[in-house]
């Protein structure tokens, strides 16, 4: 089937370790996104990639990191400088074309959970 | 700045009757909107979308409104089943940022048997 796929499910870290969420699609799409939900401020945007080898900032990159080496993964990369890095984490991937209206699908999603 | 807007943190409906959710917009230059539907520990799936060329999209027991002029889209669901019971954001797209989307901070939609 194809989907997007996210692991762990949950993850836990000590304050000041970095850890890495991982993201992977087999949908062929272009385009890759990180967001982070919290409750009561929706879903904003971490990093987004049109292509392999490219990625920008998105409203809240700060303390974050990822990498585009393949078309079917997008790692993101939690930092100790991340202040407050718990918060369910989510990843999707779209095609990227201008005029597509074709949605964003999304993973299931990653708990984060700083002790 | 926030550039979709969803005020309405919650909403309570009775099974049976029809749900309202409301979004706000502030910039013109979206070309479409699209409504997402999550459960707890989930990932959001798609649900319905409109193009800013159309004021209505049907599928089924959902319906998206678009108001241009009030920059404004609501979401109707007719009639609501308990099932419902989630949280809906809205998001808009720029016409020429490819797929990246804005989203509202989302709306938790209780529905009671």
């Known amino acids: 089937d194809g989907g997007i796929t996210q692991s762990p499910k949950y993850l836990f870290r000590k304050e000041g370790q970095n850890v890495t969420l991982s993201c992977e699609q087999n949908?062929?799409?272009?385009?890759m996104y990180w967001y982070r939900q919290d409750p009561g401020q929706g879903l904003r945007l971490i990093y987004y990639s049109q292509i392999v080898n490219d990625f920008q900032k998105g409203d809240i990159a700060e303390g974050y990191s990822v990498s585009r080496e393949k078309k079917e993964s997008f790692p993101l990369t939690v930092t100790s400088a991340q202040k407050n890095p718990t918060a369910f984490y989510l990843c999707?991937?779209?095609?990227?074309?201008?005029?597509?209206?074709?949605?964003?699908?999304f993973g299931p999603g990653t708990r984060l959970t700083v002790l | 700045d926030q550039q979709v807007k969803q005020n309405s943190p919650s909403l309570s409906v009775q099974e049976g009757r029809i749900s309202i959710l409301n979004c706000d917009y502030t910039?013109?230059?979206?070309?479409?909107f699209l409504w997402y539907k999550k459960y707890p520990a989930e990932g959001p799936t798609f649900l319905i979308s409109?193009?800013?060329?159309?004021d209505k999209n049907e599928d089924g027991r959902f319906t998206v409104f678009l108001n241009k002029s009030a920059k404004h889209l609501s979401l109707h669901i007719v009639p609501s089943q308990p099932g419902d019971s989630a949280v809906y954001f809205c998001?808009?797209?720029?016409?020429?940022?490819?797929?990246?989307?804005?989203f509202g901070q989302g709306t938790e939609l209780s529905v009671k048997p």
């Open positions: 949908l062929n799409h272009d385009a």
């Open positions: 998001a808009a797209k720029y016409y020429n940022q490819g797929g990246k989307l804005i």
């Open positions: 409109i193009s800013s060329i159309k």
């Open positions: 910039n013109s230059m979206f070309d479409y």
């Open positions: 999707a991937s779209s095609p990227w074309e201008p005029t597509s209206t074709d949605t964003q699908y």
